[in-house]
Nanobody, 124 residues
């Protein structure tokens, strides 16, 4: 069983940066693929990024490619999402996810574990 807790959300001006953290519990967290989804008010949940257990082969949504960067520190059981050049369109609740499968899928059904979410608001 893996539990995920996000932190680092908040209010930022357009063009600014935020770094989200995802703290995973459980001895097997380091062997899980992990990723990020987001959901804006009135919109469907949207894939943001995902990577393998080693942090290799990251997969990014086109809307964030070149602006967002995933990383993880398995020794700390923590994953990160560095978000730069933020725009108001990035405003959403961001969820950390994990999977026992070797996946970087864009489909939320592939991820068994979800955090509670953290709000990111980008002001224009």
């Amino acid at each position: 069983q893996v539990q995920l807790v996000e932190s680092g959300g908040g209010l930022v001006q357009a063009g600014g940066s935020l770094r989200l953290s995802c703290a995973g519990s459980g001895r097997t967290f380091s062997s899980h693929a992990m990723g990020w989804f987001r959901q804006a008010p009135g919109k469907e949940r949207e894939f943001v990024a995902a990577s393998s257990w080693s942090g290799s082969w990251p997969n990014y949504a086109d809307s964030v490619k070149g602006r967002f960067t995933m990383s993880r520190d398995n020794a700390k059981n923590t994953g990160y999402l560095q978000m730069d050049s933020l725009t108001p369109e990035d405003t959403a609740v961001y969820y950390c996810v994990a999977s026992t499968a070797a996946t970087t899928s864009m489909s939320p059904e592939r991820y068994s574990y979800w955090g509670q979410g953290t709000q990111v608001t980008v002001a224009s």
